[in-house]
Each structure stands twice: as structure tokens, then as C-alpha cells.
T-cell receptor, first 115, second 113 residues
Framework: DTEVTQTPKHLVMGMTNKKSLKCEQH?????MYWYKQKAKKPPELMFV???????INESVPSRFSPECPNSSLLNLHLHALQPEDSALYLC??????????????FGPGTRLTVL | KNQVEQSPQSLIILEGKNCTLQ??????????LRWYKQDTGRGPVSLTI?????NTKSNGRYTATLDADTKQSSLHITASQLSDSASYIC????????????FGAGTTVTVRA
């Protein structure tokens, strides 16, 4: 099973709402990632978790709050977002950060629209 | 700054024809290079991966080449199919301790019947 699942597929929220994106993998991977992708642009790394601990925060605004409840799950909590935060949010996982030829497996993404 | 440049930005080909996509990078030190296929609104899917010592890798109708000396890679699609319509992204990983991937902007391929 090389699948990363993400829910929901689509999300529309107002600027005052609080919502969460979910990501799950059952490949035994120990590294998980959140990316943001705007239309016709490459993905931009937001957060990296390694062994359920936040390893990297790429200077992401605090209105995005990641959480890794266990080794298979990764959440992204959203609060007080801006319209410019509308994008495709991709989750990925890999065996580990130090694995040189490690492949990052991407989920299908959540299409987020902030009104 | 590590950069990955892809060309062309987009191309249209007829079903059954071949095409070649280009990727130039400046990432150093170099660990590996991947080509991903991304359908619209979906996550990227890995097609091939090549390390420094590999200069060609095939996956079905997709063949990737790598020239680590000139820091160039290409992806050749043979006998294109309508399902090949997607964005193809070149992704380079730096040294083995570098977790970050450098993404190209992608080439959008449209296959027409």
C-alpha cells in the first residue's frame, strides 16, 4: 500500500472559521510533510514532521497549526485564514528524512478556498 | 540558491506522438533527481528516480535521462496517450542530509486526439 489519503477533498471556509485538514498513511513512514501549491506553481514546503515531532517550520504564519497525533496521522489546523491562503494543500510521507533516495509519496490534496 | 528550470512551459502533442521535456538544475551537492506526474487537482506521482551514477531510467513509456556533469535531465514520452495529459515536474534533492526538495515549475503536456 503506497497510498497517502487526505480529507476533505474540497473545503470552503470563511476567514473567521476554524477547520482542519487530515492526512493518513499506513506505509510505516516516519517523515510527513505539508505543502502548499498555488495554481501553475510548484509545491512549497510548509512543515516537516520526523518521528512525530515537528522538525521544520518554513516560517509559516501561525494561522496554520500542524499536529501529528501518531505516526500515521498528520493534521493541519486552520484558523483566521486569508483569501490568499486558497490553494491545494498536499500531504506527503517518506521513510525518513535522512534517506537519500527516499521517495516522497504525495496524497491527492485538499483544495481549499477561503472566502 | 538551488534552482530547477524546466522547458518548455507547456506543449501540445497529438496522440501517438513522442515528446521530450527538459530540466536543468543548479542544486549542489546533488543526491538524486525525480520526475513526477501531476494530474490537475491531484498530488504528484513519482515516475522515475535517478542518482548521480545513473544516466537513464525507464518506466513504461516514460524514459528519463540524466547528465550529472552538465546538470541536465530529460523525460521522453513515447507513443503518447490522452491520459498523459498532465503537468510533469522535475524534482531535485540535494545532499543526503538535505530533506528539502527543489521543484521545477513543471511542463504542462496536453495530448489531443
Amino acid at each position: 500500500d503506497t497510498e497517502v489519503t487526505q480529507t476533505p477533498k474540497h473545503l470552503v471556509m470563511g476567514m473567521t472559521n476554524k477547520k482542519s485538514l487530515k492526512c493518513e498513511q499506513h506505509m510505516g513512514h516516519r517523515a510527513m510533510y505539508w505543502y502548499k501549491q498555488k495554481a501553475k506553481k510548484p509545491p512549497e514546503l510548509m512543515f516537516v514532521y520526523s518521528y512525530e515531532k515537528l522538525s521544520i517550520n518554513e516560517s509559516v504564519p501561525s494561522r496554520f497549526s500542524p499536529e501529528c497525533p501518531n505516526s500515521s496521522l498528520l493534521n493541519l489546523h486552520l484558523h483566521a485564514l486569508q483569501p490568499e491562503d486558497s490553494a491545494l494543500y498536499l500531504c506527503a510521507s517518506s521513510g525518513g528524512l535522512a534517506e537519500g533516495t527516499d521517495t516522497q509519496y504525495f496524497g491527492p490534496g485538499t483544495r481549499l478556498t477561503v472566502l | 540558491k538551488n534552482q530547477v528550470e524546466q522547458s518548455p512551459q507547456s506543449l501540445i502533442i497529438l496522440e501517438g506522438k513522442n515528446c521530450t521535456l527538459q530540466c536543468n538544475y543548479t542544486v549542489s551537492p546533488f543526491s538524486n533527481l525525480r520526475w513526477y506526474k501531476q494530474d490537475t487537482g491531484r498530488g504528484p506521482v513519482s515516475l522515475t528516480i535517478m542518482t548521480f551514477s545513473e544516466n537513464t531510467k525507464s518506466n513504461g513509456r516514460y524514459t528519463a535521462t540524466l547528465d550529472a556533469d552538465t546538470k541536465q535531465s530529460s523525460l521522453h514520452i513515447t507513443a503518447s496517450q490522452l491520459s498523459d495529459s498532465a503537468s510533469y515536474i522535475c524534482v531535485v534533492r540535494g545532499g543526503s542530509n538535505d530533506y528539502k526538495l527543489s521543484f521545477g515549475a513543471g511542463t504542462t503536456v496536453t495530448v489531443r486526439a
